[in-house]
């Protein structure tokens, strides 16, 4: 038996490679730009967290072009891209899931723990010793009066 393959798939060569590892270039550049940019911001910066989702939005980006111009999944049937994509989706939600809820289980244990309230609200006291240093010399600091 002979398989004839009467499909002709667009691009393809080398202009195609050229174009996308142009694009991957670029979109790596600006990540690394955005990346050390980031890096001066204050931490608690609203700034700084789009940033981070800029960053997200151009890595998501990268993989689509790795997976469908290296993978060769560009110029595959639907179903077969179907199969890839829907699992990885399934994974990246269970991800974002878990996170959540272990970020959530964090915050209500530190919450109802009976201990952390405790070891949070008990006042230091000074140590003794240091005090009657003090006490012992604001003494030799008085002047002393002289009687005649």
Do not use: C
């Not at 309230?117 to 240093?133: G, L, M």
């Amino acid at each position: 038996m002979e398989h004839t393959h009467t499909e002709k798939h667009e691009g393809g060569g080398t202009k195609e490679i050229w174009k996308v590892t142009l694009i991957l270039t670029v979109l790596t550049i600006v990540e690394l730009a955005l990346g050390f940019w980031m890096m001066g911001m204050p931490l608690d910066s609203s700034l700084r967290l789009a940033v981070k989702g800029a960053i997200v939005i151009l890595m998501m980006v990268k993989a689509f072009y790795i997976v469908a111009y290296f993978m060769h999944l560009k110029h595959e049937i639907k179903n077969l891209i179907m199969t890839i994509v829907v699992p990885l989706a399934l994974f990246v939600w269970f991800i974002i899931a878990f996170l959540y809820d272990g970020n959530s289980f964090k915050n209500l244990r530190n919450t109802y723990d009976p201990h952390y309230k405790e070891q949070s609200t008990i006042k230091v006291e000074k140590k003794e010793e240091h005090k009657s240093e003090e006490h012992h010399s604001e003494e030799h600091a008085k002047p002393t009066e002289e009687k005649h």
